[in-house]
Each structure stands twice: as C-alpha cells, then as structure tokens.
C-alpha cells in the first residue's frame, strides 16, 4: 500500500492507502485479499489556518494481484493538481510498484515522483525480515544497507492486522509500517482508530461501484482512519501531531472506498469512480 504523501500530493498509504481482499480464506492470518483494480477521482474538501489552495483535482488508480502462495503485487498511480491562485499550480505524478511475501519475509519496491517538471525521484530497494530485524537494501536513490526492528510491517501486513482487529471489536490499533517512501529509510508510527462495524444491508447515501457490486454488497465494513506520524521527530522531539491522516470506509475483504486524505492544512477527498474484480488463481 502506498501513502499519499503531503509535498506530492502522492508518496507514502494507504495506504496508500488501504486496498484489498475477498474469497475463499486465504493463507494470511485469515484475510484473503481480491485482486481488483480501482479508481478514485480526487478533490478538494478543505484548505485550513494560512494556507488557500483554491480547487485540488486528480485521480488514484491502483491495481492489486496475487495470492497467498505467490505474494502479492500493487500497481498504484496518483496524477494530482493543486491550484493556490494567482497562477500557483503544483501537478504531481507518483508511481510505486510493490510485491510482498504473505507471510510478511519479504517487500520489493519501486517509487518514482515528480513534481511541476522537476527531475523524478526515484526509490528502488528489497526489504527482508530474519528472526528479529529487518535488511533494507537499497538500489536507488543510492545503494545503502541498513536494519530496522523486525516488529516493523509492511503494507499488505498492515492492512490484514487492521482487518483483524476490526473483526475482534477493537476500537484502536498501534503499529509501526515501513512501506519504502521517501528516501526509503522512513518509518511510520501509526494510531488506526476503527469505527463500529456497518453491516452490508445497511442502505447507503452515496452509492459508488463497489457498494452495487455484486461480490461487495453484502460485506461488512468498518469506518477507519489511519494517522501516520515521523518516528524519528517522534523520538527526538516528542511530537504527537501526525503527519497526515488517512480516512476511508473498509470492506471485511479489504476494499476501500470513501476515501479522505487529511494534509493538515489541506484535506482531499477520493470517490470512488471504478471498481473491477480481476480473476484470481487458488493456490495448489
């Protein structure tokens, strides 16, 4: 899952966000995950305190394959438009491909970035987890080794943990995600905050593609927001304001819809515009 990332409008969640799952239960800890494509078209719902962003436009697009026996891939694109007035537009563009191991050994990622026509950004590196840490190896944006803690998860990690909490009746959850954004060195604190369960009957004010889905209509789902904080400006300086915080409407089988992606001086917000159901191969 990739985050979208405040400076680009893109890089990071959700999460990037928070994108998954459904089937005949699968090997990760009970959450199957549905390959699926979807699409979210972005705009403004707010600009706060000093900051005026006059209109915000974009689109996420992502893609999501595999299964528990061969891991699972994430294609995700994010093209946005930040209009501050007087002729200030930012357009941002963000690309990450991702692959991870279901049982959470291992994460391969690729990040590219770019702002206005500025150079792109690239990150490029293989994440392994043995016994109690994790070897980072970075290609790009240059070659670097280094260890994290192994308690740290991955994005597809994540979102299963999310799921099972939600399924457990927890109201709060606590973890520390490495996803490969930035420099690829940065590591999130996150508080998810879950919502009570809404059931799939429930009759729904704006209906989008994936609630008069078939396979989707009748699936439980938790109202979540994830807050994601600096680690290390945590440490250092106790800081207790997140970065950004991402809001969204989860699906027992891990879909997301009703996106909110909260900048602090600027909150977005992704409908979403396209829901496809890939078809998927049972493990032997």
């Known amino acids: 899952m990739v985050h979208p990332f405040p400076t680009s409008l893109g890089v990071s969640a959700i999460l990037a966000v928070a994108f998954m799952s459904c089937g005949p239960a699968d090997a990760a800890g009970g959450v199957s995950f549905l390959p699926h ?22 689109r996420i697009v992502y893609n999501f394959s595999g299964s528990a026996c061969e ?76 260890t994290i803690d192994g308690a740290v998860v991955f994005p597809t990690e994540q979102i299963r943990h999310i799921i099972e909490a939600a399924r457990e009746g927890k109201s709060l959850l606590e973890l520390t995600v490495y996803d490969g954004s930035e420099n690829g060195e940065k590591i999130y604190n996150t508080l998810t905050v879950i919502g009570k369960p809404i059931p799939g009957d429930r009759a729904i004010g704006e209906p989008d593609p994936s609630t008069t889905s078939d396979q989707m209509k009748m699936l439980t789902r938790w109202p979540v927001t994830v807050s994601y904080f600096d680690r290390d400006a945590r440490a250092k300086e106790g800081e207790e304001t997140p970065i950004y915080a991402m809001s969204f409407e989860l699906y027992e089988n891990g879909v997301s819809r009703s996106l909110v992606l909260d900048y602090n001086e600027f909150v977005i917000s992704g409908a979403m515009g396209k829901f496809d159901v890939h078809d998927s191969k049972p493990c032997n």
């Open 37 to 58: 494509q979807a699409l979210y078209e972005l705009s403004l719902v707010k600009s706060r305190g000093s900051t005026t962003i006059n209109s915000a436009r974009g």
């Open 71 to 146: 891991g699972y891939t994430s294609d995700f694109r994010q093209v946005s438009e930040l209009d501050a007035g007087e002729g200030k537009v930012t357009l941002s563009d963000l690309r990450s491909t991702s692959w991870e191991d279901a049982n959470g050994k291992s994460y391969r990622f690729k990040i590219d970035a770019r702002m206005n026509d500025g150079d792109s950004k690239p990150v490029d590196g293989i994440a392994e987890r043995t016994g109690d840490h994790i070897t980072v190896k970075l290609k790009q944006p240059e070659a670097k080794t280094f």
